[in-house]
Every structure is written in C-alpha cells, then in structure tokens.
C-alpha cells in the first residue's frame, strides 16, 4: 500500500507532462514501477505502457477538439512507430534486464535534454496533405517513426520525448499540433508495444490501475495548464527529475550487474 501511495503524485506528473509537452513523464514510469512499485523489469515496462497509452488517449481527446491533431502525417509516423516498436519489443525479450535498465539510463538523460530544447514554434511549416502526399515529407515521417518506435518497444516507453522534437524541428509543425499528433502517434506505437507484451507476462492491475487514473488525472490538467501558461518551469523541473532518475537507475543497474 505503501508503494501505491508513492506511485499515485509520479502518476499525476506522468500525466501532466503528456497532456501540457506531449510526452517526457513516461521517462521515469518505468523506473518508478521497478524501484518503488517492486515489480520486474518486463512487468515495468508492460504496466508503464498501459498508463501511456491510457494518460495520451484522454489527452488526444482535448487536443481533437482544439483540431491540432494531423491525422495523416500521424497516422503515417504511428505506422511505422507501430512496426519498429514491435521489432525493439521482441529483442527486448532476449536481453538482461539489468542491461536494459542500464541502457535506458542514458536515454532518459537525452530525453531530458530533448524535452528542454528550443521548441517555441508557433507556426506550422508543415504542409497539410490534403491535395497529394509528396515523396520527401513521406520518407522524414517514415524514418522519424522507426526510430521513435524502436525506443518505445525496447524500452517500454511513449516516446513522447522524442516525437514532439522531431515533430517541430524535423518536420516544421506547429508546437501545439506536434504535441496532440504525438499523443496520436504515443496510443498506437504504445499499443503494439504493449500487445506483444500481454502474452509473455502477467500486469500487476492492481498497481497499475490506480497507477493509469493518476496519470489520466494529470493529463486533464496538463491540457488545461498546457493551454493556458508557460510551461517552460514544469518541463526544466522535470527534466531535473529525469536525469536524478537516470543516474540512480544506471547506479542500481551496474551494481546487480557487477
């Protein structure tokens, strides 16, 4: 019980990160779910992609109404985040888990690095595909989708962190569309993830489902912090977060290593 009371604010902030940045909170669901929750690394990551994929489709609702979702540059990127999520999720299963958490110290300090960069773009460069798809867009969204995918399966995470950078800055959209298309792109590259997941370890529910209310909690009032103020303090703060995370994961990881 004590674990579930420290989860349910890491869950809050999960959320609050997805619905207001589109993504970074999910860096540290894994680590939380290993450390604090007791669980497996396997089960972690399992049980961190269900409250994603629950946190960014509550959050996709409000960025629909607001119409900065791109349905098809999304749907594209998500497909091919869907097929390399599958591939990282099945070599994820031959590896140590130790090995993994090591490696995925590192990222969560780019991830840091990333969900901190210069995003301040307000005007889309991105061309809407409404009259014909051009070559050039479809090959960018295609490479940025398997990157981003190959994280998510590996890992077991959204890849938020990764998609609203390459969004704004690799493919020039807006901030605010980049962050709803990435909530779009985060329930369908989450959702591979998690089914090949589902037949080869048991979720933890009664963890995860206060855990996934918490962060869905968090998503409603990132959205509405996400379009109302600056959330430049709330994305340096985190980001903090993330690298103390990142260090002591990679601390635990190296001593069950050695």
């Known amino acids: 019980m004590s674990d579930l009371v420290a989860l349910i604010p890491i869950g809050v902030a999960i959320g609050a990160l997805l619905g207001s940045v ?21 089960g972690a990551q399992a049980g961190a992609l269900v409250v994603v994929i629950a946190a960014s489709a509550i959050g ?8 900065d979702v791109r349905w098809r540059a999304g749907l594209a990127f998500a497909t091919a985040a869907g097929l390399s999520s599958l591939a990282g999720s099945l070599l994820a ?15 969560m300090v780019l991830g840091a690095v990333a969900m901190v960069g210069e995003r301040d773009h307000s005007i889309s460069e991105f061309r809407p595909w409404r009259e014909g ?40 959209f807006a901030l605010g569309e980049a962050v709803g298309t990435s909530l779009l792109v985060i329930v369908v590259g989450s959702s591979v993830a998690l089914a090949e997941r589902l037949g080869a370890g048991a979720i933890d529910w009664g963890t995860i489902v206060p855990f996934a209310a918490a962060a869905v909690a968090g ?3 990132g959205s509405a912090i996400g379009g109302r103020v600056s959330t430049q303090a709330l994305t340096r ?3 903090v977060l993330v690298i103390a995370t990142a260090i002591y994961t990679a601390t635990e990881a190296l001593v069950a290593l050695t």
């Open 133 to 172: 798809v051009s070559p050039g867009p479809v090959v960018r969204v295609t490479l940025f989708g398997l990157a981003t995918g190959w994280l998510t399966g590996l890992f077991g995470v959204g890849g938020g962190f990764v998609i609203v950078p390459v969004l704004v800055l690799g493919l020039g």
């Open 60 to 67: 996709l609702v409000a960025y629909l109404r607001r119409g």
């Open 237 to 239: 703060s985190f980001a």
């Open 93 to 107: 299963r031959h590896l140590n888990p130790d090995v993994l958490l090591l490696a995925f110290a590192p990222v």
């Open 22 to 42: 589109g993504g970074g909170g999910s860096l540290i669901a894994v680590p939380a779910l290993v450390y604090i929750g007791s669980q497996s690394v396997r």
């Open 219 to 221: 998503v409603l009032l």
